[in-house]
C-alpha cells in the first residue's frame, strides 16, 4: 500500500491569517515596519527561521530566533487556531483513506502540526504526524521526508508527497519521491512545475482522481 505525505500549511488547511499575524506581532515587537502581505505571502511554506532572516535582512542567529520566539508566543495562543480547513479535504482524506496509509509532513514543528490535526478532528485519517523539532531540526523538507521515509520504513517509490509550495516538490524530487503540487495552496502552477511536480491538482477534490491515477500506471 502506498504512503501518502501531506504537508499542513496551504494543502490542508489555510493558515495565512494566523501566519500574518504572529509575523507582524514579532516584528512589531522588534520595532521592524512590517512589509505589505504581498511581500509576506513568501512566508507561507518555509521554515521561519529562513522567512525571519529575510524579513529582518540579518544572519544574526540570535536575532532570527527571537523573532521565533516571539512569533511562537503569539501562535501557541491564538494564531494556531486563526486556521480553516480547505473546502472537500474531509471527504478527499476518507476517499483516499481507504486505499492509502496518509501522513501529515510538515516543517511546523510536530506540536503544534499535532494539535492543529486534532482541533480540526482529522487525527483519524493519518498515521502519524511528522514535524520540525523546535530548534529548527527536520524543518528542511528534503530532510524530513528523507526522516520520514526511514521511520516508516518506506521505500522513495511507495510514497507520493503532496504540497503547495517548492519546499515540498523539491524535497520530494531529493529523496526520489513521486510529488503532487497543490496548486490550490499558496504556491504557483509556475512555482510547482519550475520545482518539478510530477502533477498539478487544482483542489482537493482532484488529488484523488490524480492519485488513483499515478498508482494504477
Known amino acids: 500500500m502506498k504512503a501518502l505525505f501531506?504537508?499542513?500549511?496551504?494543502?490542508?488547511?489555510?493558515?495565512?491569517?494566523?501566519?500574518?499575524?504572529?509575523i507582524?506581532?514579532?516584528?512589531?515587537?522588534?520595532?521592524?515596519?512590517?512589509?505589505?502581505?504581498?511581500e509576506l505571502q513568501a512566508c507561507l511554506g518555509p521554515p521561519l527561521q529562513e522567512s525571519f532572516a529575510r524579513l529582518l535582512n540579518t544572519e544574526n542567529l540570535r536575532d532570527i530566533d527571537k523573532a521565533v520566539q516571539l512569533y511562537r508566543d503569539r501562535f501557541e495562543v491564538k494564531g494556531i487556531y486563526e486556521n480553516a480547513v480547505y473546502p472537500d479535504i474531509e471527504s478527499t482524506?476518507?476517499?483516499?483513506?481507504?486505499?492509502?496509509?496518509l501522513y501529515v509532513v510538515t516543517s511546523k514543528p510536530e506540536k503544534y502540526a499535532v494539535k492543529i490535526i486534532a482541533h480540526f478532528s482529522l487525527d483519524s485519517f493519518f498515521q502519524q504526524v511528522y514535524g520540525s523539532y523546535p530548534d529548527g531540526r527536520l524543518a528542511n523538507k528534503t530532510d524530513?521526508?528523507?526522516h520520514v521515509l526511514s521511520?516508516?520504513?518506506?521505500?522513495?517509490?511507495?510514497?507520493?508527497?503532496?504540497?503547495?509550495?517548492?519546499?515540498?516538490?523539491?524535497?520530494?524530487?531529493n529523496n526520489g519521491v513521486t510529488s503532487i503540487g497543490a496548486a490550490y495552496g499558496y504556491g504557483s502552477v509556475e512555482e510547482l512545475n519550475a520545482a518539478g511536480a510530477n502533477k498539478i491538482s487544482h483542489s482537493p477534490k482532484q488529488l484523488v482522481e490524480i492519485i488513483h491515477h499515478l498508482t494504477e500506471e
Open 6 to 22: 501531506f504537508d499542513l500549511d496551504g494543502t490542508l488547511t489555510d493558515s495565512r491569517p494566523g501566519i500574518f499575524r504572529c
Open 24 to 38: 507582524e506581532y514579532a516584528l512589531e515587537k522588534m520595532q521592524v515596519p512590517t512589509p505589505p502581505e504581498s
Open 93 to 101: 482524506l476518507m476517499a483516499l483513506q481507504k486505499r492509502f496509509r
Open 151 to 173: 521511520s516508516e520504513a518506506l521505500a522513495a517509490e511507495a510514497a507520493i508527497m503532496i504540497g503547495d509550495r517548492h519546499h515540498d516538490i523539491s524535497g520530494a524530487r
Open 144 to 146: 524530513l521526508i528523507k
